[in-house]
T-cell receptor
Framework: DGGITQSPKYLFRKEGQNVTLSCEQN?????MYWYRQDPGQGLRLIYY???????QKGDIAEGYSVSREKKESFPLTVTSAQKNPTAFYLC??????????FGPGTRLTVL | AQTVTQSQPEMSVQEAETVTLSCTYD???????LFWYKQPPSRQMILVIRQEAYKQQNATENRFSVNFQKAAKSFSLKISDSQLGDAAMYFC????????????????FGKGTKLSVKP
């Protein structure tokens, strides 16, 4: 089945730790995106990538980093510089001019 | 910069009735795309319907239809014959048809409307 997978579903982080959220797609989409969702805030764009080995900062990139070494994969690292990382993280992909399809999300909690 | 506003944080509808969710947007562009996404309690984002700005005809998908008023920059979602499974957060989103430094395809979301369906 074609789709987008995100892992883990739930992730717990201690203060000062870096953690990496996985996002994989087998839809052969060129573009991939990371969003952060907080209660009452809607979705905010963290990073996006239109092609392999290239990515751009979104609206709230501080404290996050990404890589795009393969078309299918777009992992997001939440670094210790992100002061308030507790949130729901959604990954999406699309063919450049078409609608985005979303993964099931990862809930990150700081302990 | 473009913005999307959903003025109804919460809405409620009786099962089998019709409900309309509001969305307005601000843009100076002439060509763009508008979307409604549904996020049920599972938190999976699901595309409900899309509208292309250059098309006059309002999009429909089964029980879901939109009222697209380009001059008023309004894009409301009508859900007919509401079902319990329609209960979810609904997000309106905007996407430019133009590419700026590789940003094609980026969505701008409203803050969402939580829809409850009463049996």
């Amino acid at each position: 089945d074609g789709g987008i997978t995100q892992s883990p579903k739930y992730l717990f982080r201690k203060e000062g730790q870096n953690v990496t959220l996985s996002c994989e797609q087998n839809l052969n989409h060129d573009a991939m995106y990371w969003y952060r969702q907080d209660p009452g805030q809607g979705l905010r764009l963290i990073y996006y990538s239109q092609i392999v080995n290239d990515f751009q900062k979104g609206d709230i990139a501080e404290g996050y980093s990404v890589s795009r070494e393969k078309k299918e994969s777009f992992p997001l690292t939440v670094t210790s510089a992100q002061k308030n990382p507790t949130a729901f993280y959604l990954c999406a992909s699309s063919m450049a001019w078409n609608e985005q399809f979303f993964g099931p999300g990862t809930r990150l909690t700081v302990l | 910069a473009q913005t999307v506003t959903q003025s109804q944080p919460e809405m409620s509808v009786q099962e089998a009735e019709t409900v309309t969710l509001s969305c307005t947007y601000d843009t100076s562009e002439s060509d763009y795309y508008l979307f409604w996404y549904k996020q049920p309690p599972s938190r999976q984002m699901i595309l409900v319907i899309r509208q292309e700005a250059y098309k006059q005809q309002n999009a429909t998908e089964n029980r879901f239809s939109v009222n697209f008023q380009k001059a008023a920059k309004s894009f409301s979602l009508k859900i007919s014959d509401s079902q319990l499974g329609d209960a979810a957060m609904y997000f309106c989103a905007y996407r430019s048809a133009f590419a700026y430094g590789g940003s094609q395809g980026n969505l701008i979301f409203g803050k969402g409307t939580k829809l409850s369906v009463k049996p």
